[in-house]
């Protein structure tokens, strides 16, 4: 159960949520013209990722020929979102 709605929604595992990042940062590598691409996520999962996924990270760094910059934040919904 979700601590933040009281059980309406799910929690994601580990690897979910780091799976769901790395799409993130694949596909701003992809829409990106300039050659950094920054993402923001909250400083838990920012840890997690770069531990377990380091080198799938620099991975796409070679592949798209970018350089990929991870920030640690809380990330603003926009109203109506």
């Keep these: 159960e ?3 709605c009281a059980g309406r929604g799910r929690v994601f595992n ?3 949520v780091c799976t769901n ?3 993130k940062i694949k596909y701003e ?3 990106t013209t300039g050659r950094k691409v920054t993402v923001m996520m909250p400083e ?3 840890k ?3 531990k377990c996924y380091r080198e799938r990270i620099k991975q796409y760094e070679k592949q798209y020929n970018k350089t990929i910059v991870i920030k ?6 926009e109203a109506g979102k």
């Design 21 to 23: 990042n790395l799409k």
């Design 72 to 77: 640690a934040g809380e990330i603003r919904k």
């Design 14 to 16: 580990e690897e979910t």
């Design 2 to 4: 979700c601590p933040c």
């Design 29 to 31: 590598c992809r829409k």
């Design 48 to 50: 997690l990722l770069e």
């Design 44 to 46: 838990a999962q920012k």
